[in-house]
């Protein structure tokens, strides 16, 4: 099932990064013992419309759009294009993070996980 939400740029990243990990299971075990956490992402796009992701990398492995079934560890808040340069890497988390471009609730310190799992995108699909 496509995680692909119309009028999000960020939702064809999302959908790269559920390829990435729910396709090879090995890759998929490697990265939830890494990050060990379930992500739950907020996104805001231009029109002003909120759509939400959940990335479960403690159990499933999985990326989807909506709410998990499990309570996240994290809750990140952010607009569209702040995602998209995230993934990109044209922004760093941390400076993201301090200009107010994002918004976290929960355990802050796994906020820096995300930047391994983003780096998993080829770049030349963003």
């Known amino acids: 099932m496509s995680v692909k939400v119309d009028g999000y740029k960020s939702s064809s990243i999302f959908e790269q990064l559920k390829v990435n990990i729910s396709d090879n299971e090995a890759k998929k075990k490697e990265t939830i013992k890494k990050v060990n956490a379930i992500f739950e992402f907020n996104v805001k796009n231009n029109e002003g419309k909120e759509q939400i992701w959940t990335m479960d990398l403690k159990k499933g492995g999985t990326v ?23 993934a990109s890497g044209k922004l760093n988390g941390q400076k993201a993070f301090m200009a107010g471009k994002l918004k976290i609730k929960g355990n802050m310190m796994l906020a820096t996980k995300l930047d391994g799992v983003l780096a998993t995108i080829p770049k030349a699909k963003l």
Not at 71 to 84: A, M, Q, R
């Open 64 to 86: 989807q759009t909506g709410k998990g079934s499990a309570k996240p560890d994290i809750i990140i808040n952010l607009t569209d294009d702040t995602f998209v340069e995230l």
